[in-house]
């Protein structure tokens, strides 16, 4: 079991990971958190007021010295890890969370951010941040030293002000950036076509396959279930692409797209307004199903994920299939695609009872569950 108890800026903290696991042997901080709460100290920075981004299990929000600041991430999983560990540290600061479609506060000075993996949600952040600062204000982002280079810094420069890297520290690096007062225009959505099943998707910055169909997705397409009431759940939704053609091949279901990344939410029910134009789709932003009403359906998609931000593991995938048994009606049924290595049969023949192949090709196998 890894250790959970940790000093980060001289505070000692209790961070666990989030959900918690009996067998999770993976840390809740890194040592880029740990730069930039030491950047704030050894500057002496007032942080009352700031703005945390894609702050991963709230290292930030548990040690920063403040007595009132703002959190944004993408992550439903991110945000329920921070409030956990906020309570599990005696913490109750007035933290706002700020939506993925809320506007942030103008009157910001500073901004702490983890760098993301996605550097396009890294533009898409500092794009929103130009339109809402004032010239002058403070931003901090905190990365690995092997990501932070020189195109990085000019990136950051470019959408922001100007931008200073800091010598790298525990293989991390903190730039610092002061924003120039321009406002960047926000870059554009991609679109892109799916011929095959008339499709036009658009993906939101830091959304799963950006531009293309991914292969995962395309295996278990051509096995979706046809003319049901449903209710169908595309559960891990990305853009939404298995409901869309749910929603296609059974008008009268209603389909529940599921993901715990807003951004994904957010593209999915975009791309159902522009492709469906009909009612009987819901939206949820929820960690695999648990925030999800007592649902029965009737089917529910899913092409599982195999990693939470840069660590392999299997525990969501686990989740998602404990989610599924106790959200379908009896009868109900779980179609799912994964990697042929993953192993998903005998994960399945676990929490069902019974696997099914469906399909398979040299990399993937579509399975199918049964509730009885
Ligand atoms: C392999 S992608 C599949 C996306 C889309 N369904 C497709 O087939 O192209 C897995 C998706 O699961 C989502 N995901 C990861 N962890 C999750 C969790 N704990 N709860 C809900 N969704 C999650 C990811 O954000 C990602 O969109």
Redesign the pocket.
Known sequence: MMNQDTILAGQALTLKRYPITSNCNLQAWDAADHHLLKTLQDQQLDADGALLLNDAFGALACGIQAERFYSHTDS??AQLGCIKNLSLNGRDPELNWLAIDEPWPESLELVLMKLPRNLNQLDSQLQKLSQTLRAGARLLIGGKAKLINRALVERCARQFGQATPSLAWKNTRVIECVFDGQPRATTPLRQWPVPEYDLTLSNMPN???GNSL?I??RAILPYLPEDCDGPIV??????G??GLRAGQLNPNADIHF????AA?VQSAELNWQENLKRNGAQFHW???LSEIAPLQAQWILC???FH?GDAITDH?AW?MLKDSHRHLCKGGQLLLVGNRHLGYHVKLKRVFGNSELVASDNKFVVLVATKN
């Not at 595309?234 to 853009?239: E, F, K, Q, T």
């Not at 599921?258 to 990344?261: P, T, W, Y």
Request: proline share 7%; charged share 20%.
């Open positions: 439903k999983v959304v799963f396959a991914d995962g997705a595309d559960l891990g939704c990305g853009n692409v298995l599921v993901d715990e990344s994904a929820s960690d695999c092409n599982p994920p939470q969501i989740q």
